[in-house]
């Protein structure tokens, strides 16, 4: 009888233990919560990139970020953001241009989004420059917009520099162009902005491929 109760207290602490290591390395999805994230702010910005933090909750496994340029319906997700740092970095963005950042908690389901914070990725020089040169010379002009296949370009050299840029600042095409063409038969339906390099100049205009 006596070795019939130790048996059975041995197998009970067993279970007693194991139990314990489980529960204290699981993730405390019950307490996690659908609330914004708190303490979100911009820490760096360059021409191209921007770093944001918030403060961690303990009791939240995964995050989510998104940007888009101000004026913009179409957000650009980050990747889902598993035992986060409490920091993130979104690069390959346009320079002197208004964007808005927002951070969520990922639960059972999506919390709640932050507040939009916003802020201008840097100029890289050319800026300013293109104004004041928009002004000594014959303005640059696209057409027909919209474009289905073939983008005319009014006002440069024949061979100049350009980059495609869609509506959440991702470069899609670049190059230089033929004969003051460039073909975008290739990019989706949607509004782009085409950024053009002609000697000194440096200009972004809007199109809509169609």
């Known amino acids: 009888m006596t070795k019939k109760l130790l048996f ?24 996690c919560d659908n609330l914004a994230p708190t303490n979100f702010q911009i820490t760096n910005i360059t021409q191209s990139s921007v770093s944001v933090s918030w403060t961690l909750d303990p009791n939240t496994p995964d995050y989510i970020l998104r940007i888009r340029p101000v004026g913009s319906f179409a957000w650009l997700s980050s990747p889902l953001q598993t035992n986060s740092l409490g920091n993130y970095t979104f690069s390959e963005l346009v320079s002197c241009t208004n964007y808005e950042i927002q951070v969520s908690k990922v639960c ?12 201008t ?13 928009i002004q000594k010379t014959p303005s640059i002009s696209i057409f027909p917009n919209p474009v289905s296949d073939i983008l005319s370009i009014a006002g440069i050299s024949s061979e100049s520099d350009f980059e495609i840029y869609n509506l959440v600042g991702q470069k899609v095409s670049s190059g230089k162009t033929s004969d003051n063409k460039v073909n975008v038969h290739k990019l989706l339906k949607g509004i782009y ?5 002609d000697k000194i100049k440096e200009n ?3 199109f809509i491929k169609k």
């Open 8 to 31: 059975l207290f041995l197998i009970l602490s067993g279970i007693t233990l194991y139990q314990s290591k489980v529960i204290g390395n699981s993730k405390p999805m019950f307490f």
């Open 108 to 119: 059972v389901s999506q919390g709640n989004w932050t507040a939009s914070l916003s802020f």
């Open 121 to 133: 990725t840097l100029s890289n020089g050319i800026c300013s420059l293109a104004i004041n040169e």
């Open 193 to 197: 902005f085409i950024k053009i390099k």
């Open 204 to 206: 972004r205009l809007k």
